[in-house]
């Protein structure tokens, strides 16, 4: 079965960092379309960062672009978020979530029923 694993959550200040990390099992990165998305308290959960690993093509929300790099380790097998300039509205639990192939960087998106895979998430915290 396919797994996703995140770690790296944790409470930090505004204008702190956090680097998330997603190992996957069960499921090879390379050449698939994989995302991070996050659910504030009492809001629908929405996409945050997207990776095509085959060329490395990226698409951020608005809300993170030049703050958030999303980025792939095909060795590994993980894909990681850096979060920098964190700020309170950043505070939810982030999850990651890979697609069933085929997906290109065309195809690529961020909307939740596009993802077949799910971890369970890690909580963020961020204090003003």
């Known amino acids: 079965p396919v797994q996703l694993v995140e770690s790296g959550g944790g409470s930090v200040q505004g204008g702190g960092s956090l680097r998330l990390s997603c190992a996957a099992s069960?499921?090879?990165?390379?050449?698939?379309?994989m995302a991070w998305f996050r659910q504030a308290p009492g809001k629908e959960r929405e996409g945050v960062a997207g990776i095509y690993t085959g060329s490395g093509h990226t698409s951020y929300a608005d809300s993170v672009k030049g703050r958030f790099t999303i980025s792939q380790d095909n060795a590994a097998n993980t894909v990681s978020l850096q979060m920098n300039s964190l700020k309170p509205e950043d505070t939810a639990v982030y999850y990651c979530a890979a697609r069933i192939p085929p997906c290109t960087e065309v195809t690529l998106t961020l909307l939740e029923d596009d993802f077949a895979y799910w971890g369970q998430g890690t909580p963020v915290t961020v204090s003003s």
């Open positions: 069960g499921y090879a990165i390379n050449y698939k379309c």
